[in-house]
T-cell receptor, first 108, second 115 residues
Framework: GEDVEQSLFLSVREGDSSVINCTYT??????LYWYKQEPGAGLQLLTY?????DMKQDQRLTVLLNKKDKHLSLRIADTQTGDSAIYFC????????FGQGTTLQVKP | DTAVSQTPKYLVTQMGNDKSIKCEQN?????MYWYKQDSKKFLKIMFS???????INETVPNRFSPKSPDKAHLNLHINSLELGDSAVYFC??????????????FGQGTRLTVV
């Protein structure tokens, strides 16, 4: 079945870059998403990448996709305290499967 | 206007009770979901309905019964609540469109505490 794995925790200083990694097992995904969950709230779509792309840039966000290794990453440039949240990757295989998410802590 | 709304936001109840969580979306989406987020933040899909029809039913105890009276509503009824049911339950909706991505919209969550 589908499986998504992410590291649980990442701590960075304000202004640094953050890189959140994700590995998944189901290669049939057409789209792969990054969702953000702020404290006490539901998830919101942050960005996504189409499976025939290997990179997508969206302002401070860069998504890298390695389909061969089933590896997805999210880079946040110039990380701000407002970026502190839990980040979930979600391959879309017809149903959105999430894992445990990565908690990003940004220190001032 | 809230796109996906859940009620109640908080629910504290005793073991053995039966409770319901309601979800409504005003986005006109065809698909609705229930997810359970445990204390370690793991987000697990429970059910998915498309146009009132159950399409995903993950390994969930049959004490959990979703009900979709119409495509804008997906309620979750839980019988004989157990301590392990304590979690945050999220409702979500999406609309599949050919040739483009499917964004899911989430409610604010219902924090269920079973004592």
């Amino acid at each position: 079945g589908e499986d998504v794995e992410q590291s649980l925790f990442l701590s960075v200083r304000e202004g640094d870059s953050s890189v959140i990694n994700c590995t998944y097992t189901d290669s049939s995904s057409t789209y792969l998403y990054w969702y953000k969950q702020e404290p006490g709230a539901g998830l919101q779509l942050l960005t996504y990448i189409f499976s025939n792309m290997d990179m997508k840039q969206d302002q401070r966000l860069t998504v890298l996709l390695n389909k061969k290794d089933k590896h997805l990453s999210l880079r946040i440039a110039d990380t701000q305290t407002g970026d502190s949240a839990i980040y979930f990757c979600a391959p879309d295989t017809g149903k959105l499967i999430f894992g445990q998410g990565t908690t990003l802590q940004v220190k001032p | 206007d809230t796109a996906v709304s859940q009620t109640p936001k908080y629910l504290v109840t005793q073991m053995g009770n039966d409770k319901s969580i309601k979800c409504e979306q005003n986005l006109g989406h065809d698909t609705m979901y229930w997810y359970k987020q445990d204390s370690k933040k793991f987000l697990k899909i429970m059910f998915s309905y498309n146009n009132k029809e159950l399409i995903i039913n993950e390994t969930v105890p049959n004490r959990f019964s979703p009900k979709s009276p119409d495509k804008a509503h997906l309620n979750l009824h839980i019988n004989s609540l157990e301590l392990g049911d304590s979690a945050v339950y999220f409702c979500a909706s999406s609309q599949e469109r050919t040739g483009t991505n499917t964004e899911a919209f989430f409610g604010q969550g219902t924090r269920l505490t079973v004592v």
